[in-house]
Each structure stands twice: as C-alpha cells, then as structure tokens.
C-alpha cells in the first residue's frame, strides 16, 4: 500500500537548501528515524516534471552503502510538494563538518580525508556504472551533498536532482551558492562527462582539508580563470605530500590527464589505504 504523510511524524527541520527542505521524521509504525527531502514542483512544466519522476526512479534503483538509501515517495497534487524519503544520516553533510572546524581554528584528521576520498569515490563509481544504458552522473558534488552516518562512513545524496532543478526554469528561483567546484570543460562550456565528477571530488576534498575551495574568486569571470589556469596553494603544511599530490592529480585541468575512477581505486597508495578502512 502507498505511503501517505499520516505515515510519519515530523520531528524537526535538519537542512534547507536550493532544492527543497530536508526533514528529519520518525515512521510511525516502528518508529524507524529517517529524513525526507520535500520539493515544490508547482512551477515545473511538464517536462521537467518527468525528469525529476525520472531522476527519482534512478535513486531508487541505486543499493550502495556509500549512497543516500531510498525509500519511497509521496505525493501532494493538491499542494504540488513531493516527499523523498531516505536514510538519516546522524553525522550530518561534510558542509557543516567543515565550517565547524573553520570556526574551531582546528582541521579534520589526515586519514578522514582519504576515508572521505575512498568512500566518495566508491560511491560515484555505482553512480557512473552504466544502469539500462544510463550513467547517473553526479552533476553537484560538493560538501553540502555528502552526508556521514553514525560511523562517519560517508552517505552520497542528493544527485541527479541538481540537474532537474536546476533547469532553466526554476534556476533563477533555486540556484544558490557559486559554482568553485565547476571544471575547465564545463567552464569552457563542453559537455559535463564523468571527470567532471572527478574535477569535483578533488575541489571536496582540498576544502575539507584547507578549509577553503582551491578557486576562489569575487565574481565568475575572475573564478572562471582561475579555474583555467588550475593552480592552487599546497594544503596545510600538517597534511601530507602524497594526500596533496592525490588531490592534484584529481584537479587536473587537462580532462584526458585526469584520472578514472576506476584508475583512483587502483592507485597504490588508495589499495593501501582502503585495506587499513576495511
Ligand atoms: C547540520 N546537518 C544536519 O544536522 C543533518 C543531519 C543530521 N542529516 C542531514 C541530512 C540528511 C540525512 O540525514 N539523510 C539524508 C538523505 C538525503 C539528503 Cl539529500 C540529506 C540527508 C543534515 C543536513
């Protein structure tokens, strides 16, 4: 039988961002803590309305444990509001992580950034494998969009909505926040690819290391070259050359340079790593 509201209680608001509002809510029939994502999809047409319904039957196919689990869906026709339903994730979003130790004068410990890198990493490789011919590209890989459970094992979410939501649209009323993480190819406008990902997770990981994007500018165009030139300061003397170096070779302005996923995995150093994780 379909879900309804009266299925939930909320308990309490846990994120508002530019797509929707994130809720933490209990199930009423066995008081299972878990979130929703509400939407307002009023001012959508009627094609991106069936990407968002597409983009939403996609994150219900995805089954890893470094993504967002989703639940089911609800439906308000009468206020235009859908109710994602997924998986609470105690720790909370690497945003938050990172301004809290912005704010503390502190930074996160070495071997949580290359468990975050891991993690992140194996995440976007079930994203990116091919699902009925279809790639679920990120598109907005950024602090905000990775959460932590109660082991601070990293949780992707909020994928493949961005694109959706960020449609022409209700990009004006939506859109927040400057696009650091955006690639020379998507700056150069060519086409967003699978090391586009990659480009992001770099920019992810520098932040949660320096506190700061590689590329920050006060307007687009100054960021824009920036993001061309691609050169950056070195992370913070207390993190290690082969952590600065990894993160260098992930913001690699010439695409064909960058690496794969797949050849991330496969690094020495990331086989060594992942086998003290597991
Ligand atoms: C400060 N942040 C929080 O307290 C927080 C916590 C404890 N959980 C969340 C967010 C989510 C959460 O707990 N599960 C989620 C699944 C999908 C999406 Cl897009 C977001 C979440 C947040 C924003």
Redesign the pocket.
């Known amino acids: 039988m379909a879900a309804t509201l009266d299925d939930y209680e909320v308990i309490a608001t846990?994120?508002t961002g530019s797509y929707g509002t994130?809720k933490?809510i209990r199930r009423k029939k066995d008081g299972k803590i878990m979130?929703w994502?509400e939407m307002e999809y009023g001012s959508m047409s009627e094609n991106e309305k069936q990407m968002l319904v597409s983009e939403v039957n996609l994150l219900r196919e995805l089954r890893h444990q470094h993504i967002?689990r989703y639940h089911d869906r609800i439906i308000d026709r009468n206020k235009t509001i859908i109710y994602i339903i997924?998986?609470?994730?105690?720790?909370?979003?690497l945003a938050?992580i990172i301004a809290r130790h912005r704010k503390d004068g502190t930074h996160v410990p070495e071997d949580f950034a290359w468990k975050i890198l891991i993690q992140t990493t194996l995440a976007l490789k079930e994203c990116h494998r091919r699902k009925n011919g279809k790639a679920v590209l990120h598109r907005d890989l950024k602090p905000a969009?990775v959460?932590l459970d109660m082991d601070s094992n990293v949780?992707l979410?909020?994928f493949g909505l961005a694109r959706v939501l960020h449609h022409e649209t209700s990009f004006a009323q939506t859109y927040v926040g400057t696009p650091y993480y955006m690639s020379p190819e998507l700056v150069n406008n060519m086409s967003y690819n699978e090391k586009s990902d990659i480009w992001a997770l770099g920019c992810m990981l520098y932040e949660l290391c320096a506190l700061t994007p590689p590329f920050t500018a006060s307007n687009q165009s100054e960021l824009n070259r920036k993001i061309r030139i691609g050169d950056f300061p070195r992370l913070p003397p207390q993190y290690s050359m082969e952590l600065d170096m990894m993160i260098r070779k992930l913001i690699q302005v010439e695409v064909a340079k960058r690496p794969s996923i797949g050849s991330v995995l496969a690094d020495a150093l990331i086989q060594s790593k992942m086998k003290i994780l597991n």
């Open positions: 846990i994120g994130c933490k979130v994502k967002v997924m998986e609470y994730c105690q720790g909370g979003d938050s969009n959460f949780k979410g909020d």
